[in-house]
C-alpha cells in the first residue's frame, strides 16, 4: 500500500507567493524527504528530516514534521517560475531502507 | 561533484525484446537502489544492493534481474519486455558503511527512459 499521500495533487499559485504541500504516511519512519522532479526528468533531492525533528529550512524551503499526526508539509516561499515541477514525499522505515514515494502535488507558478 | 550515471540515457526496444540498463554510483558510495516511475506516477522500489549483495526487494518483475558489480556499478536487466514496462527507470546510490548514525541520503541519476513498442 502506498506508504505517503500528498495533498494538494495540483497546485497553481501566483508567482511570489508561498506554495504549501502536504504529505501523510501510514508507517514509522526514520527520515522523510522531499524531492522536485519537472516534467518526466530527474529526481532532485530538496531536503531530508530525520524523525526526532520536527522542522528544518533550506534557502526558500521549510519542512515540518509531525510523527504524532504522521504528516509532514513541504513550505516554498516566495515561489519563482522555475519552482514549476512535481514535489514528492518519500519516507524510509529505516535508515537504510528503501525510500517510499507519495503520489506527488504538482506545483505550476504563474506569472 | 559526481553524481549518478545512468546509460543509456533513453532506449527504444520492442515487445518480447531484453534490454539492460547501467548505474555508476557516486564515488565512494556502496549501495544501489534501482526504482522504477510509470507515465504519470510516482516511483516504485524495483531492488537495492549493498556491497554487491541484494539488500532488498519491491516489486520487482521476476522477468528482471539486477546486480551489482565489484566496482560498484550496477545493472538491471528486462527480458521479454512488455508495453507496460515502458517508464523512467531510476537508480539511486547512497553510502551506509561510513554513515555511522546519520540517515543515507540517496542520490537519483537522471534516469533512463525506456520505451517498449
Known amino acids: 500500500s502506498q506508504q505517503g499521500e500528498e495533498d494538494p495533487q495540483a497546485l497553481s499559485i501566483q508567482e511570489g507567493e508561498n506554495a504549501t504541500m502536504n504529505c501523510s504516511y501510514k508507517?514509522?519512519?526514520?527520515?522523510l524527504q522531499w524531492y522536485r522532479q519537472n516534467s518526466g526528468r530527474g529526481l532532485v533531492h530538496l531536503i531530508l528530516?530525520?524523525?526526532?525533528?520536527r522542522e528544518k529550512h533550506s534557502g526558500r524551503l521549510r519542512v515540518t514534521l509531525d510523527t504524532s499526526k504522521k504528516s509532514s508539509s513541504l513550505l516554498i516561499t516566495a515561489s519563482r517560475a522555475a519552482d514549476t515541477a512535481s514535489y514528492f514525499c518519500a519516507t524510509a522505515p529505516n535508515r537504510d531502507d528503501k525510500i517510499i514515494f507519495g503520489k506527488g502535488t504538482r506545483l505550476h507558478i504563474l506569472p | 561533484a559526481a553524481g549518478v550515471i545512468q546509460s543509456p540515457r533513453h532506449l527504444i526496444k520492442e515487445k518480447r525484446e531484453t534490454a539492460t540498463l547501467k548505474c555508476y554510483p557516486i564515488p565512494r558510495h556502496d549501495t544501489v537502489y534501482w526504482y522504477q516511475q510509470g507515465p504519470g506516477q510516482d516511483p516504485q522500489f524495483l531492488i537495492s544492493f549493498y556491497e554487491k549483495m541484494q539488500s532488498d526487494k519491491g516489486s520487482i518483475p521476476d522477468r528482471f534481474s539486477a546486480q551489482q558489480f565489484s566496482d560498484y556499478h550496477s545493472e538491471l536487466n528486462m527480458s521479454s519486455l512488455e508495453l507496460g514496462d515502458s517508464a523512467l527507470y531510476f537508480c539511486a546510490s547512497s553510502q551506509r558503511r561510513l554513515a555511522g548514525l546519520r540517515s543515507y541520503e540517496q542520490y537519483f541519476g537522471p534516469g533512463t527512459r525506456l520505451t517498449v513498442t
Open positions: 528530516i530525520r524523525s526526532n525533528e
Open positions: 508507517t514509522s519512519i526514520n527520515n
